[in-house]
């Protein structure tokens, strides 16, 4: 979503962050140079061979990234500083595309051998064509639209994927290249630090399956009940909190939500203004990677300046969902859902 004023720029708190030497990551990137498959070609095979260096991984990102994915953290996320550099950086595309490669893979490596002590790949048929590892860089035509391919307008608060029956549990931006003026933050606000602020009335009336999701808003080929999403008035209801207050589970997109009584609108205001008052962020530089517990909380985008000449901000994104107990070896999950079916929070 778009909130096109300076709410969401004020004072932003830290986030949790892994900083180490060049030199903790040797081994690993001795792993990363045996690794033959490519991701574009064979992505299974390429899941299963960077699986097998995460124990190269430095120890530090492996007890910090496990211990994320199990219990996550009072911020909602994890930022990686200073992972190894690219050895040769390909320009920044100014189109969509389904396939840019950096030259070494060595983004591509780290992202799925950090991805498999979290859980599975997860791709979804109507986003990208499918794409696991999807390029995020701004897009002249989307310049103030609400998506992540924007730059001249903020990209406002959100869970990635809220429509949909199965939203990842983590989402991991990874960051090719930073932005010119280092404009570009990202921000974060966690349920753990913003639900205190809600009055129980508020925290029942989120709870209560009374907001619809305006699916004739998206942009893609989805369906929901069959019908093209465009031409669908009523998308599934559902509940903006459920879990517990311990373990708040959110679905968060006011852009696409529509409250269907004025309680329900209330109460997602409240929730609007207690995500504005508990933000941290920092505008993520290269080689920078965050994992988000899309669960738990949400993330936005302040605007930036692009020029699309090879040289812009570029992000790979990722979509994981957590390992089951007991299944930890990491396998690609595609999916290809109707959007009113299989909902269960
Ligand atoms: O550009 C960013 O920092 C975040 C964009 C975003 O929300 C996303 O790619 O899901
Ligand atoms: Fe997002």
């Given at each position: 979503?778009?909130?096109?004023?300076?709410?969401?720029r004020?004072?932003?708190?830290?986030?949790?962050?892994?900083?180490?030497?060049?030199?903790?990551?040797?081994?690993?990137?001795?792993?990363a140079?045996?690794?033959?498959?490519?991701?574009?070609?064979?992505?299974?095979?390429?899941?299963?061979?960077?699986a097998?260096?995460a124990?190269?991984?430095?120890?530090?990102?492996?007890?910090?990234?496990?211990?994320?994915?199990?219990?996550?953290?009072?911020?909602?996320?994890?930022?990686?500083?200073?992972?190894?550099?690219?050895?040769?950086?390909?320009?920044?595309?100014?189109?969509?595309?389904?396939?840019?490669?950096?030259?070494?893979?060595?983004?591509?490596?780290?992202?799925?051998?950090?991805?498999?002590?979290v859980?599975?790949?997860?791709?979804?048929?109507?986003?990208?064509?499918?794409?696991?590892?999807q390029?995020?860089?701004?897009?002249?035509?989307?310049?103030?639209?609400?998506?992540?391919?924007?730059?001249?307008v903020d990209l406002?608060?959100?869970?990635?994927?809220?429509?949909?029956?199965?939203?990842?549990?983590?989402?991991?931006?990874?960051?090719?290249?930073?932005?010119?003026?280092?404009?570009?933050?990202?921000?974060l606000?966690?349920?753990?630090?913003?639900?205190?602020?809600?009055?129980?009335?508020?925290?029942?009336?989120?709870?209560?399956?009374?907001?619809?999701?305006?699916?004739?808003?998206?942009?893609?080929?989805?369906?929901?009940?069959?019908?093209?999403?465009?031409?669908?008035?009523?998308?599934?209801?559902?509940?903006?909190?459920?879990?517990?207050?311990?373990?708040?589970?959110?679905?968060?997109e006011?852009?696409?939500?529509?409250?269907?009584t004025?309680?329900?609108?209330?109460?997602l205001?409240?929730?609007?203004?207690?995500?504005?008052?508990?933000?941290r962020?920092?505008?993520?530089?290269?080689?920078s990677?965050?994992?988000?517990?899309?669960?738990?909380?949400?993330?936005?985008?302040?605007?930036?300046?692009?020029?699309?000449?090879?040289?812009?901000?570029?992000?790979?994104?990722?979509?994981?969902?957590?390992?089951?107990?007991?299944?930890?070896?990491?396998?690609?999950?595609?999916?290809?859902?109707?959007?009113k079916?299989?909902?269960?929070?």
């Open positions: 979503m778009i909130r096109d004023h300076e709410s969401n004020g004072r932003t708190g830290r986030l949790p962050v892994i900083d180490l030497a060049p030199s903790a990551w040797d081994e690993f990137q001795g792993a140079r045996a690794i033959e498959s490519d991701p574009f070609e064979n992505f299974d095979s390429f899941v299963r061979e960077t097998s260096v124990s190269t991984l430095p120890a530090a990102v492996i007890d910090a990234v496990t211990a994320f994915a199990a219990h996550g953290n009072s911020a909602g996320a994890l930022l990686i500083r200073h992972t190894p550099p690219l050895t040769e950086l390909p320009p920044t595309p100014t189109v969509v595309r389904h396939r840019a490669v950096t030259t070494d893979r060595l983004s591509e490596i780290v992202m799925l051998a950090v991805g498999a002590l859980g599975h790949p997860l791709s979804y048929a109507q986003e990208r064509n499918g794409a696991f590892l390029d995020v860089h701004p897009i002249r035509s989307q310049e103030r639209k609400v998506s992540s391919q924007s730059s001249a406002g608060y959100h869970s990635e994927m809220m429509f949909h029956p199965t939203p990842p549990d983590v989402l991991m931006l990874y960051v090719v290249r930073h932005d010119h003026g280092r404009q570009a933050r990202t921000q606000s966690s349920a753990r630090d913003f639900l205190g602020d809600l009055t129980q009335a508020t925290i029942d009336a989120l709870h209560r399956p009374e907001f619809m999701i305006e699916v004739s808003r998206l942009h893609s080929p989805y369906l929901a009940a069959g019908q093209p999403v465009r031409a669908v008035t009523d998308g599934p209801a559902f509940a903006v909190l459920t879990g517990t207050i311990q373990d708040p589970v959110l679905r968060f006011p852009e696409l939500t529509r409250a269907l004025s309680n329900a609108e209330r109460a205001v409240e929730l609007e203004n207690a995500v504005l008052r508990h933000q962020g920092e505008a993520l530089e290269q080689g990677m965050l994992l988000i517990d899309n669960r738990r909380a949400v993330h936005a985008r302040t605007r930036y300046e692009a020029r699309y000449d090879g040289t812009d901000r570029w992000l790979r994104r990722m979509h994981l969902i957590r390992h089951e107990a007991g299944d930890i070896v990491p396998r690609p999950v595609r999916l290809s859902t109707d959007l079916q299989g909902w269960s929070s």
